[in-house]
């Protein structure tokens, strides 16, 4: 009955996330079509801004439907397939290249989400304020493990991150409330090398669960 009812379990759940990914891809939809009608282009960066957030969710969620385990999100998976997607913004000529390294650490639906968002918000930056004037330029998203300790961390060699740009505070504003949500510390800085360095450190927090395969 055991084995029942957590076979039963997995399926409600993964249909649950299948769902909420079906009806996240149903406001990204709806996001486009407004992008579409609007002239302004301030407006209509917001929108696209907006639509990203939303896309990360998705792949959050789309993760845990397509994995094997229900139990947490391989960060190297998540934030590997997050890359390939943010690299279509940067396929052209002039724009810088991205370069992605992931440690493989096991994250819960929480950690999951707060980190999709981060990244996104983090190499959006880098690309709007990264690119220098005289060649491509390079941006570096990697995430490092020591034990349960976690560093996060974007960095390009582009012109610098202007901090007193009237959009530099909602991206400054989100990228602090995600490090508060995980317990832990998140800046933007200038980078010693040149550029600009958005990092975000923080412990895993460890959350007792039933193993799957004691009862499989």
Same mark, same amino acid.
């Given at each position: 009955?055991?084995?029942?009812?957590?076979?039963?379990?997995?399926?409600?759940?993964?249909?649950?996330?299948?769902?909420?990914?079906?009806?996240?891809?149903?406001?990204?939809?709806?996001?486009?079509?407004? !992008?579409?009608?609007?002239?302004?282009?301030?407006?209509?960066?917001?929108?696209?801004?907006?639509?990203?957030?939303?896309?990360?969710?998705?792949?959050?969620?789309?993760?845990?439907?397509?994995?094997?385990?229900?139990?947490?999100?391989?960060?190297?998976?998540?934030?590997?397939?997050? #890359?390939?997607?943010?690299?279509?913004?940067?396929?052209? &000529?002039?724009?810088?290249?991205? #370069? #992605?390294?992931?440690?493989?650490?096991?994250?819960? @639906?929480? =950690?999951?989400? !707060?980190?999709?968002?981060?990244?996104?918000?983090?190499?959006?930056?880098?690309?709007?304020?990264?690119? &220098?004037?005289?060649?491509?330029?390079?941006?570096?998203?990697?995430?490092?493990?020591?034990?349960?300790? @976690?560093?996060?961390?974007? @960095?390009?060699?582009?012109?610098?991150?202007?901090?007193?740009?009237?959009?530099?505070?909602?991206?400054?504003?989100? @990228?602090?409330?995600?490090?508060?949500?995980?317990?832990?510390?998140?800046?933007?800085?200038?980078?010693?090398?040149?550029?600009?360095? !958005?990092?975000?450190?923080?412990?895993?927090?460890?959350?007792?669960?039933?193993?799957?395969? =004691?009862?499989?």
């Amino acid at each position: 009955r055991l084995r029942e009812g957590l076979s039963r379990q997995r399926a409600l759940t993964r249909e649950l996330h299948h769902r909420v990914r079906n009806n996240l891809q149903m406001v990204l939809s709806l996001l486009s079509l407004q !992008a579409r009608r609007l002239e302004d282009k301030a407006a209509r960066t917001a929108i696209e801004q907006a639509r990203g957030r939303v896309d990360a969710l998705a792949l959050v969620h789309r993760q845990l439907y397509d994995g094997d385990s229900l139990a947490g999100i391989s960060s190297k998976s998540l934030l590997g397939a997050l #890359c390939e997607a943010l690299q279509l913004q940067v396929s052209g &000529p002039m724009d810088p290249d991205l #370069c #992605c390294d992931f440690a493989d650490v096991l994250l819960d @639906i929480d =950690t999951a989400m !707060a980190l999709a968002l981060w990244m996104v918000e983090a190499v959006g930056n880098a690309l709007s304020h990264g690119r &220098p004037a005289e060649h491509p330029g390079r941006i570096d998203a990697t995430l490092r493990a020591d034990g349960d300790r @976690i560093l996060l961390q974007v @960095i390009d060699d582009g012109a610098g991150f202007d901090f007193d740009a009237p959009s530099a505070g909602n991206g400054l504003r989100l @990228i602090a409330g995600i490090a508060i949500q995980l317990g832990g510390n998140g800046e933007v800085r200038r980078h010693s090398g040149g550029g600009t360095e !958005a990092r975000l450190e923080f412990e895993l927090r460890r959350r007792p669960a039933v193993a799957e395969s =004691t009862l499989a």
